[in-house]
């Protein structure tokens, strides 16, 4: 069981009681789907006078499937706010600011969301200034070309960051065909001829700026019936379309791969350890098994955590990760290491310990520890209303519904140490795996 205080911190004494039924996501919701195709999920919390509006689009860097067209989920983060003519630029920050509003957007490699945190009062102005960029966009060839550079600025600063270089080129290698292969920032071939695609870029924002791209997510101080109403109100009109992307299905990789990555300034060396993984289900036992494994093998209370880390002193960071995507992806182990002449014996100790899930079942009283944080730690999350809406978010875009955070948990509970030999077995062979290093100068 999880602990109850973890029920109690979620500030919600009606989500919970003990005849129901234990759900990681304990708060009731209205969704809503109308005519146009857009969905609208209202999550009424106990939270007062706070609402927290995130609009997620499903296109990220996954839908960028034209040749020398990556890069442009990212840049429309950046040209949503831009303006329309009934609210330029000027007129949409001043009424945020007058509203008190905090808002902001991120681009992931499945999908775009827009995020705005305000006061009740508020909710209609808000939705109605929403409504109209959707639909309304405008913005000059001269904008665009001045936004592009904005976003080839921030291409270059992330290059300075070691991490960021270390996953761009892990996606190149292990990838050949799908469109992960490049991250949500996009070729930096394709960034620097984005001044000349200001004609693309209307057309990527009709293909994907349509309602049954789009899932809008209410939380706070509200009532449904009123959102929903004000929703019909200024998004009823918005015009479906008809695009669908043909998304290039990745062939299974033949063979081990590697790259290095030559760092021109003094650096820690880092290395990551990858393999193809399943896409995200709330089905099947596969991608959950992974999670899991990600915990118990590299978690701070690992062995080998404590070995490397505490023990050894070998590296001072260590996390491994099986992130949920749409489509098949990586699990992936990292580690930045304090001297070079390690890497090669810490690749081995990464390799030993999958090994070892492979070779014989864990146990399950620390299985069964591993679930309860997981569900611990979801629910101690979910501690204010934005942090609602922002969890929702992530899980629309993948499956347009909160009910899948329910389903997933609920595979979690199903998984066994039998599973989670087999899912070791099927996934950690050498053909499917790739290795990145960086190395650079030693700090001192």
Do not use: C
């Not at 992806?329 to 492979?358: C, G, N, P, S, W």
């Amino acid at each position: 069981m999880v602990p109850v205080i973890a029920w109690l911190l979620l500030g919600s004494v009606a989500a919970f009681s003990a005849d129901a039924p234990r759900k990681a996501f304990p708060y009731a919701y209205d969704q809503h789907d109308f005519p146009n195709g857009l969905r609208l999920i209202s999550i009424p919390t106990d939270y007062p006078n706070v609402v927290a509006l995130f609009i997620v689009v499903q296109a990220g860097s996954r839908n960028e499937v034209e040749p020398g067209r990556s890069g442009f989920a990212h840049l429309f983060e950046h040209m949503m706010f831009r303006g329309t003519p009934a609210f330029p630029t000027a007129k949409y920050e001043n009424t945020l600011k007058l509203a008190g509003a905090a808002s902001n957007a991120y681009t992931s490699d499945d999908h775009t969301a827009y995020h705005t945190t305000f006061s009740k009062e508020d909710l209609e102005t808000i939705l109605r200034m929403e409504a109209d960029r959707f639909q309304n966009l405008a913005y000059s060839p001269e904008a665009f070309k001045t936004e592009t550079q904005a976003v080839l600025g921030e291409y270059n600063k992330n290059s300075a960051n070691p991490v960021s270089k270390l996953h761009e080129v892990l996606r190149d290698t292990a990838f050949d065909r799908h469109t992960y292969k490049h991250t949500t920032m996009g070729f930096l071939k394709d960034i620097q001829d984005m001044p000349n695609q200001y004609d693309y870029s209307r057309l990527f924002f009709e293909r994907y700026y349509r309602p049954e791209y789009t899932t809008i997510v209410v939380a706070g101080d509200i009532a449904p019936a009123t959102v929903r109403a004000l929703v019909e109100k200024y998004w009823g009109a918005w015009k479906p379309g008809s695009y669908r992307p043909q998304i290039p299905a990745e062939p299974a990789q033949q063979g081990a791969r590697k790259n290095q990555i030559a760092w021109p300034t003094q650096t820690l060396p880092w290395l990551v350890v990858a393999f193809h993984s399943p896409a995200y289900s709330d089905e099947e036992k596969d991608q959950a098994a992974l999670d899991l494994i990600s915990y118990l093998g590299f978690s701070e209370n690992s062995d080998l955590y404590q070995k490397l880390v505490i023990q050894e002193q070998k590296v001072d960071a260590l996390e491994a990760s099986n992130p949920d995507r749409v489509d098949p992806y990586l699990f992936t182990v990292m580690t930045r290491l304090k001297k070079a002449d390690d890497i090669d014996a810490v690749r081995e100790d990464f390799l030993k310990t999958l090994a070892e899930f492979q070779s014989s079942p864990v146990s399950l009283e620390r299985l069964d520890q591993v679930k309860r944080h997981l569900r611990y730690s979801f629910a101690l999350g979910l501690n204010n209303s934005e942090a609602i809406a922002g969890t929702v978010a992530r899980f629309v875009a993948l499956r347009r519904t909160p009910e899948t955070i329910n389903r997933l948990y609920e595979v979690y509970d199903r998984v066994t140490p039998e599973d989670i030999q087999r899912v070791a077995r099927k996934y950690f062979g050498e053909d499917s795996r790739t290795i990145v290093t960086l190395t650079g100068g030693q700090a001192q």
